[in-house]
């Protein structure tokens, strides 16, 4: 993925990387996409130079369509299988690479 500069819509709860304390970025904020996994996207603040995390719930306040959530293995359906491990494995991220732990 290329970077992508953004500007906040709105105002938007972040995890402010690495310490993992949670922060309000008021609407008008800007910051580069740096990454943009299934249910995160991690951003660069243009003025502080810091890293941040957003949930894809809150994709909308940067610009982006939220990800539909990914669908969660039923065991009422029958017993749970290897293939339903996998795929739900597909789903986990390294944190520092965009790709899944299956394909690691």
Request: overall charge negative; proline content about 7%; some cysteine.
């Amino acid at each position: 993925m290329s970077h992508e500069d953004v500007e906040f819509r709105r105002e938007c709860a972040a995890i402010r990387i690495p310490q993992g304390i949670t922060v309000l970025l008021p609407k008008g904020t800007h910051a580069r996409i740096t990454q943009s996994l299934g249910d995160s996207y991690t951003l660069q603040l243009t003025l502080s130079g810091g890293l941040v995390r957003i949930a894809d719930k809150d994709a909308d306040a940067i610009g982006k369509t939220p990800n539909s959530a990914a669908p969660v293995a039923s065991t009422s359906d029958g017993p749970i299988t290897e293939e339903l491990v996998w795929d739900q494995l597909r789903q986990v991220f390294d944190p520092e690479i965009p790709i899944n732990v299956v394909d690691l």
